[in-house]
């Protein structure tokens, strides 16, 4: 029987590849929108739990571009004076308060920007992931730098080099690299905090404050206070990544609500198609009725002709979705602002499920009708209809 | 050959048959009666428009009288479903069409083993052997339009006879093959009735009718005629 309706099938190759290829353009954008969704909000929520910072002080403006350029290691125009720091410090349910000053420095002969960003040891209890490779380590005097494991491949440096910037005019040594991460610490240049400020001309300001709490469910009460200290807001990592994923959520509903309808009308491309096959194989119907074939016989023929069509299609979209899944990635990750490092697309077995499971419910849909008309045939009309 | 012990294979009583065509109702069969002993070969003939197909139609299951009754193979078909009309179909008569009616996506074998998709049953040395007694056994791998005329009927001859019906019913078999041809499914009718099959044929063709034992006229939806020859 599935032999035969695969037969069936190949009857009309252009068109059968046409309704399958409906079906599997619709199940490849859902799938790769639904993967996109799943693997945005993962990634974003690994790399929101390795910062260890639970809350960040930022200077006013959008509070969430703020804390995520910061995240991204991305300057901000705007800084925070450093008495914010001292009264966070000053405040009972704090842990951790680091101070971090960015600054970009764009080089455009290599076409690329340099982010340098000015720490003391206070962050590393809130970089519990940092290692340095080989023997490097911590500052040993104002003028060292810490690299980032990238940054130091471009700049082919090694611990204990020296690395001179043109475009401030210091000559720096370094005392530490870092093992790689995967986060954007891989591309920084860290140097203490003073250095920084004079290198910047920001004496006395800082960029923002990276907290950690003694205890995480805290961290309302707590955002209350800080947000009294004058000249700043507070982001918490919570609200932060909460505002994300709504935005990218209704974004992403907005676009599984188009591929829902590209399903749809892959399912009346599929009930169109069927339709076309029932009558056009009318006497053949009748034939088959003659040769014994009960009504449940030709609905059972053609449903199984239409689920075939559509799992054929959802397979092939499926696949198409896997494949494609990385150039897919390349151009979200340059659609979506500050998108995390992680992987953005992914396509979980539940995920190919699914959407092979709205694709052949279209098939089933799209394929009753058609399949009751066959029942429904009377046998001689079958034999009539078509002999004239 | 039909001795009077026999019961009737086929037996009608006032068959009638009415179409509604728009708001006038045209009788394309009245009142006929007849019955048809196990082993007969009959030939049913008259003028175009007659009621010969609607006859044949009845006689196997395919549509259901307006009046009378109707027993094939001893049952009685007044008041059965669909499915056991399918069923009786299935099982008791075979159907061969003027315009052959074979699927053009399946190969000769799989042709004659369609009806078997419907019956569940294996018979795939069945085929092979009707294939061989129909002569088409070297042809069993081709396609129907690869096929000669009198090659596609005899294929759509094996497939009805693949679930051992014990009625062949054909209506106009040859009447899209060439004289040749013709003869050719003629004479396998034959053979197969010398075997026992009752054979039920509409023709317009005189030397099909004349290789009948049995010829029966109908004109204007009534039996005119029924002679046994
Ligand atoms: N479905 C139908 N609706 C209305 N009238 C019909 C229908 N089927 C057959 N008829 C009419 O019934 C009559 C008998 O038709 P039938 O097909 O049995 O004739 P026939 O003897 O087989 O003719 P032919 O030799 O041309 O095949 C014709 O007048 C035909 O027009
Ligand atoms: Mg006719």
Known sequence: ????????????????????????????????????????????????????????????????????????????????????????????????????????????????????????????????????????????????????????VTEM????????????????????????????????????????????????????????????????????RFQQIPGAQVVTMGEMMGTFTTLVDSVRTLMVGIAGLALVVSGLTVFNTMLAMVMERTRELGVMRA?????????????????????????????????????AEHFARMAVPLAPDGRL?????????????????????????????????????AMRESAQ | M????????????????????GPEHVNALSNVSFHVMPGEMTAIVGPSGAGKSTLLHLIGCMDLPTSGSLHIDGVDTAGLKDRQLTRLRRDSVGFVFQQFGLIPTLNVLENVLMPTLFSGRQEAARAL???EQVGLAHRAKHRPHELSGGEMQRTAIARALINSPRILLADEPTGNLDSASGAEVLQLFKSLNSKGLTVVLVTHNESAAATASRRMTIADGQLVADIRQ
């Open chain 1, 1 to 152: 029987m599935i032999r035969f309706a695969i037969k069936n099938l190949c009857r009309r190759p252009i068109r059968t590849a046409l309704t399958a290829g409906g079906v599997a353009a619709a199940v490849c954008v859902l799938a790769s929108l639904l993967a996109f969704g799943e693997g945005y909000r993962k990634s974003l929520d690994i790399e929101l739990k390795r910062m260890g910072i639970q809350m960040m002080l930022v200077p006013p403006g959008c509070p969430y571009d703020a804390a995520a350029r910061v995240l991204k290691g991305k300057a901000l125009d705007v800084s925070l004076p450093e008495s914010a720091l001292a009264a966070v410090r000053l405040d009972s349910a704090v842990a951790q308060a680091a101070p971090l000053l960015m600054a970009a420095i764009p080089r455009p002969s290599e076409g690329r920007t340099d982010m340098w960003v000015g720490i003391d040891e206070t962050l590393l209890p809130l970089k519990p992931w940092w290692k340095f490779a080989g023997k490097s380590g911590w500052f040993t005097n104002p003028s060292s730098v810490i690299m980032g494991n990238e940054a130091a």
């Open chain 2, 129 to 131: 052997q009707l294939l």
């Open chain 2, 2 to 21: 039909a001795t009077t012990t026999e019961k009737p294979i086929i037996e009608a009583q006032n068959l009638s048959r009415e179409y509604a065509r």
């Open chain 1, 345 to 381: 697309m992914d396509l979980s077995p539940a995920i190919a499920l699914q959407c092979a499971g709205a694709g052949i419910l279209v098939g089933a849909v799209a394929g009753i009708y058609p399949a009751c008309r066959a029942a429904a045939l009377q046998p001689i009309a």
């Open chain 1, 157 to 224: 440096r090694r611990a204990g080099d020296s690395l001179y910037s043109p475009e401030t005019k210091r000559e720096f040594h370094i005392s530490g690299i870092l093992e790689r991460s995967g986060t954007s610490d891989d591309s920084m240049f860290f140097v203490p905090i003073q250095t920084a400020q004079e290198m910047f001309h920001q004496e006395g300001r800082i960029t923002a404050v990276g907290i950690r709490l003694k205890d995480p469910s805290q961290a309302a009460t707590a955002a209350v």
């Open chain 1, 291 to 327: 040769a014994g074939a009960g009504r449940g016989h030709l609905l059972k023929l053609l449903f199984t002709e239409s689920l075939l069509l559509t799992g054929f299609g959802s397979g092939l979209g499926l696949l198409i979705a896997v494949l494609f899944s990385s150039t």
